[in-house]
Structures are given as structure tokens and as C-alpha cells.
């Protein structure tokens, strides 16, 4: 069954580390990518997408993404986290029909 | 309004009762997505609206869901006969349609079913 895996239930990090969360997919092709961000009690908000080209990503609020066909991944990636980057992520996959098909999410905790 | 707009923000109803959930995707979108967020069931998607195609109802999990969509624009999600495990976060998504367009949500109507 195709399928969007989040390794990761939950991350702590202290503010001004680096930031890792892992996606990966299984499908025949490739997919489209998506990274949503969930902010308590908040609708799910885009951080970055990838369709085809460069496999590095840019997202918005310092955040990027890199898609690795080999490993079937499209790990998240932040250097520098900042508290109000404590949320929920979710990676996401679009196959037919423009539907997502969601990860599990991964609930990030970020320690002063 | 810029973004989806849904309504109500909250809604507790009694067991057995019907309720409805309203939409309002972003102006000029033609697709349009409820999916369904709970805990230890994360984002389930429940049915899609493309124009006048008919609508992909494949993630309705029973028939005491439905959901409509006038004119092309608002979309109702209607629960018939509530269950407890009806209780969860609807979130309501439009996009200009197409594979790979960005699919905006909405914040989520919360209900909880007593």
C-alpha cells in the first residue's frame, strides 16, 4: 500500500540547534512533496513543496527540504530553530486526483 | 475573504444529533477537500470537489457522512446521527485544482460529540 512515513513522534530541541525530520515514501513515482506546519489550535500552514528540478528545497521561515529519490526521503531541515518553531510538521505526498496522503506528523518541542 | 474560511470554530452537539460544518474556499478555487484530523487517527482525507466533476467521496467513513457543494464555492459537511467517535477536527482545503497546486486549509471546525 502507498504510504507517507514520519519516523519521528515526537523531537525535543533546544532553541538555536539544528532541526532534522524525517519523510519517507513509498509509491512507484514520484510524488509531489509537501511540508505543512501545524501551530496549536491553528489550520495546517505550507512550508515548501517540491515537483521536479532541484532537489533542495527552500520553504518559508528558514526552513528547507531535500528529496532524495535513491532513499525515497524528503527529510525537513532547519539549522537554527527558534522557540516559535514549536508545532506539529506533517510531510505530505499528492499521487492522483490532487489528494494528499499524509504522515503521522512529528510534534516538535523546542527547550529554551 | 483571503483565506478558507470554516464555521463553526467549535461545535459540541449530543449524540444522535445532526450537524452541519460550512466552508468557504478561497475565491476562485475550484477544488475543494474535507479531511478529518483526530487523535491516534492523524489526517484522514474524506472527499474531494473538482468543478462540476463528480465528487471523490472514497474517504467518507460511513454513510452518516455527506457533503455538498453549491455553485461551485461553499461546501456543507453534514454528520447525520453522531457518534462519539464522530469527534474530531473537520478541516476544510481549496486549491486552483490540478495535480501539484498548493492546497490551502482552512483552521478546522472542532467538534465534539457528548
Known amino acids: 500500500a502507498q504510504s507517507v512515513t514520519q519516523p519521528d513522534i515526537h523531537i525535543t530541541v533546544s532553541e538555536g540547534a539544528s532541526l532534522e525530520l524525517r519523510c519517507n515514501y513509498s509509491?512507484?513515482?514520484?510524488?509531489?512533496l509537501f511540508w505543512y506546519v501545524q501551530s496549536p489550535g491553528q489550520g495546517l500552514q505550507l512550508l515548501l513543496k517540491?515537483?521536479?528540478?532541484?532537489?533542495l528545497v527552500q520553504g518559508i521561515k528558514g526552513f528547507e527540504a531535500e528529496f532524495k529519490r535513491s532513499q525515497s526521503s524528503f527529510n525537513l531541515r532547519k539549522p537554527s530553530v527558534h522557540w516559535s518553531d514549536a508545532a506539529e510538521y506533517f510531510c505530505?505526498?499528492?499521487?492522483?486526483?490532487?489528494?494528499?496522503?499524509f504522515g503521522g506528523g512529528t510534534r516538535v518541542l523546542v527547550k529554551p | 475573504g483571503a483565506g478558507v474560511s470554516q464555521s463553526p470554530s467549535n461545535k459540541v452537539t449530543e449524540k444522535g444529533k445532526d450537524v452541519e460544518l460550512r466552508c468557504d474556499p478561497i475565491?476562485?478555487?475550484?477544488?475543494l477537500y474535507w479531511y478529518r484530523q483526530s487523535l491516534g487517527q492523524g489526517l484522514e482525507f474524506l472527499i474531494y470537489?473538482?468543478?462540476?466533476?463528480?465528487?471523490?467521496k472514497s474517504g467518507l467513513p460511513s454513510d452518516r457522512f455527506s457533503a455538498e457543494r453549491t455553485g461551485g464555492s461553499v461546501s456543507t459537511l453534514t454528520i447525520q446521527r453522531t457518534q462519539q467517535e464522530d469527534s474530531a477536527v473537520y478541516l476544510c482545503?481549496?486549491?486552483?485544482?490540478?495535480?501539484?497546486?498548493?492546497?490551502?486549509f482552512g483552521e478546522g471546525s472542532w467538534l465534539t460529540v457528548v
Open positions: 482545503a481549496s486549491s486552483l485544482g490540478g495535480s501539484g497546486n498548493t492546497i490551502y
Open positions: 509509491y512507484g513515482a514520484t510524488p509531489y
Open positions: 517540491y515537483f521536479s528540478g532541484d532537489t
Open positions: 505530505a505526498v499528492v499521487v492522483a486526483g490532487n489528494k494528499l496522503t
Open positions: 475565491s476562485g478555487h475550484t477544488a
Open positions: 470537489f473538482q468543478g462540476n466533476s463528480a465528487p471523490d
